[in-house]
């Protein structure tokens, strides 16, 4: 089984950053694609970017590629979003989620976090 659990939201600025943390357990976690995904209130669920199993592969949704940055470190089974550039537009709860497929589609995502609520004011 694996267990996800986010960290490192707060308020914060626009323009400036952020690093979010997700700290997996499970013995079968470094087979998992891990995906960041946000819901701001009054908006569908989306995906912020992924990273591959074994850390190799990346990709960012339009508009946070180039400030934000996904990572991994597998050793700690642990999982980085730093976030720059911050805008009042990334205000959201962020969800760190495991999925043995490389997808944005949420249906393919099987263990998620309890998500951390970022607050960019003006």
């Known amino acids: 089984q694996v267990q996800l659990v986010e960290s490192g939201g707060s308020v914060v600025q626009a323009g400036g950053s952020l690093r979010l943390s997700c700290a997996a357990s499970?013995?079968?976690?470094?087979?998992?694609?891990v995906g960041w995904f946000r819901q701001a209130p009054g908006k569908s669920r989306e995906y912020v970017a992924l990273i591959s199993g074994n850390g190799d592969t990346t990709y960012y949704k339009t508009g946070v590629e180039g400030r934000f940055t996904v990572s991994r470190d597998g050793a700690k089974n642990m999982v980085y979003l730093q976030m720059n550039s911050l805008k009042r537009e990334d205000t959201a709860t962020y969800y760190c989620?495991?999925?043995?497929?490389?997808?944005?589609?949420?249906?393919?995502?099987?263990?998620w976090g309890q998500g951390t609520q970022v607050t960019v004011s003006s």
């Open positions: 989620a495991a999925s043995k497929y490389w997808t944005v589609d949420e249906a393919n995502y099987d263990h």
């Open positions: 499970g013995r079968t976690f470094s087979t998992y694609a």
